[in-house]
Each structure stands twice: as C-alpha cells, then as structure tokens.
C-alpha cells in the first residue's frame, strides 16, 4: 500500500510559477516510477511528467522547457516545479505511483492560472 499527498496548489498569475509537492507513505520502496497527472474541467486526466526510481524523466510535450520533476532525497518526496504558467495549466493535478502490482492517486491539488 502506498497513500499520497499532494500539496502547494493554489492561484497564480500567468506568467508565475508553482511547486507542487508530493509526500509518499507505505511500501514506497516497491515504487518504479512516480508522476504527476492533470485534469481540466471536462477533459480527461493527462499526464504532465514522471520520474522513474533511476532519474529518468518523461513530460509532455506541453509542458517542456517549462516543468521539472525531481525527487527528494530519502525518495519519499516528488515535486513538480512548473514556471511561465498559462490559464490552460488550470486543473487539478494528481500525484501518482506505479508498483509492479498496482497504481496509487492522490487527492488532487487544485492549480489555477488566472489574472
């Protein structure tokens, strides 16, 4: 079992920036990769970035050059900083953990981009 938690959402002008982070409890040395995923009002969830247990990052393409995932040091902790914030970034963003068995969902945060 993992549970995660998502945190630092919130409201932000276009143009700013936000850091999302992501605290993991449980069997957390089970996990291979970690991300984090959006979805928009009346779309469907997306992915935005991962981060395998290795280093190796993913984003999609509409958020390169603009996002980073990481991981802290004692692996428990996976942030998304994202910079030039556009309204279209607006959703609630989900922490996710992928073990070899199963996939684990945060609550969301809520980000949104708006003047």
């Known amino acids: 079992q993992v549970q995660l938690v998502e945190s630092g959402g919130g409201l932000v002008q276009p143009g700013g920036s936000l850091r999302l982070s992501c605290a993991a409890s449980g069997t957390i040395f089970r996990i291979y990769v970690m991300g984090w995923y959006r979805q928009a009002p009346g779309k469907q969830r997306e992915l935005v970035a991962t981060?395998?247990?290795?280093?190796?990052?993913n984003y999609a393409d509409s958020v390169k050059g603009r996002a980073t995932i990481s991981r802290g040091n004692a692996k428990n902790m996976v942030y998304l900083q994202m910079n030039s914030l556009k309204p279209e970034d607006t959703a609630v963003y989900y922490c996710?953990?992928?073990?070899?068995?199963?996939?684990?969902w945060g609550q969301g945060t809520q980000v949104t981009v708006s003047s």
């Open positions: 996710h953990a992928a073990l070899s068995t199963n996939n684990y």
């Open positions: 981060i395998t247990s290795g280093g190796t990052t």
